[in-house]
Every structure is written in C-alpha cells, then in structure tokens.
T-cell receptor, first 115, second 110 residues
C-alpha cells in the first residue's frame, strides 16, 4: 500500500485566498483525522471522521475552516479566507479499528505558508 | 480542557545511556496511551502503545503507565544517535479522539 497520500506537499498563498488540502487514506481504513502542527501549539486535532461521518470537529479553530469526506478514499480540508496565522504543517492520518485501540498512520503532511 | 503535558527538552544523553521521557495527562477516563516518534521534517510514527498499569517492553523501548498518578513514561535503553527525534505522548480520551503532547526533543550524542 502507498500509505496515506496528501497533496499538495507545499502550498504558498496570499492572505485572503482559499486553500484546499487533500488526503487519500489507506484503503480499508475507517477513521480519518486532520491535525495541524506548529512550533507554538504542537500537534492539534482539528476534526476526525468515522466511516465518512464527522465525529468531532471541536478542534476546528473557526468558521473559516471546513472539512469533508465525500467517500472512503478522499477527504478535504478547506480554509477560506486564509490568514497568516494559519501557516502550519497539516497532517492527515488514517486508522482501522481492530479492537479497543487504533494506530494512526500519518501522511507526509502539507506545509502551508500564508503570506 | 483535556491536556497532555511533556517537558519540551531538549533532553541530551550520551550514546548507550538510558533516555527517560515523561508525560502527564489530565483526563482520568483515558484508557489508551501512545508514544509516537517524529524525526525532523517527517510525520509522526507509532513506537509504543500501552493501556494497562505497569510496564510494557518492546526491544529497547519500555513504556510505563501509572493511571493513579496519571503518568506515562518511555524508557529507551542503549540509546543510539538514530534515536534523536521528538517523542510525542498521545492519549485516547474516548471514541479514539487522540490528544497529543507538545513533544520532548531527544538528542543522543555519539
């Protein structure tokens, strides 16, 4: 398997522009997580899905952020409008529940810079 | 606000020594605990998982859990320069919602 795939790997945009980050989870995984990582705040959970349904979006910073999972093989995280404070590395992770715990497999991340 | 606290480091140990990394968490209801390793510029990868009080060993790694004290630790024996990375403590707070600590940077000097 190719692992979790994220695109783009790097994104540079100007303040006010719309940004869309994409994620393809590992085939057969039923959980998908979006995280944001910065030096100041560490790795923060933004939202996660189970079987394409959002379970907890309490980490989404504000209405400018939205996430969708239209099918089991694709998810997007959209920021509109983007702001410089959104600059971070955004990770997508997927998991498959086999018991009382799950191992999350992380994608390579998207490094977002908002100027 | 459920929290996971770690000393940011850096923790510096000589090659061959034992590295000890610590983590505390606030949610008493948490059941599963993880240690992820993250090399600079890379994504986190799981190295240890523990859910019962006591010790769990896997090769050079030992995870220790004390639920009464809300404390998790990771010991790395015979530390190698290749162990130099940031170690993230993570806690499943329910429904597989995972909260990560800020991470401890470890440097192993050759």
């Amino acid at each position: 398997d190719a692992g979790v795939i994220q695109s783009p790997r790097h994104e540079v945009t100007e303040m006010g522009q719309e940004v869309t980050l994409r994620c393809k989870p590992i085939s057969g995984h039923d959980y998908l997580f979006w995280y944001r990582q910065t030096m100041m705040r560490g790795l923060e959970l933004l939202i996660y899905f189970n079987n394409n349904v959002p379970i907890d979006d309490s980490g989404m910073p504000e209405d400018r952020f939205s996430a969708k999972m239209p099918n089991a093989s694709f998810s997007t995280l959209k920021i509109q409008p983007s702001e410089p404070r959104d600059s971070a590395v955004y990770f997508c992770a997927s998991s498959f529940q086999t018991g009382a715990w799950i191992e999350q497999f992380f994608g390579p991340g998207t490094r977002l810079t908002v100027l | 606000q459920k929290e996971v606290e770690q000393n940011s480091g850096p923790l510096s140990v000589p090659e061959g020594a034992i590295a000890s990394l610590n983590c505390t968490y606030s949610d008493r209801g948490s059941q599963s605990f993880f240690w992820y390793r993250q090399y600079s510029g890379k994504s986190p990868e799981l190295i240890m998982f523990i859910y019962s009080n006591g010790d769990k060993e896997d090769g050079r790694f030992t995870a220790q859990l004390n639920k009464a004290s809300q404390y998790v630790s990771l010991l790395i024996r015979d530390s190698q320069p290749s162990d130099s990375a940031t170690y993230l403590c993570a806690v499943d707070t329910g429904g597989f919602k995972t909260i990560f600590g800020a991470g401890t940077r470890l440097f192993v000097k050759a």
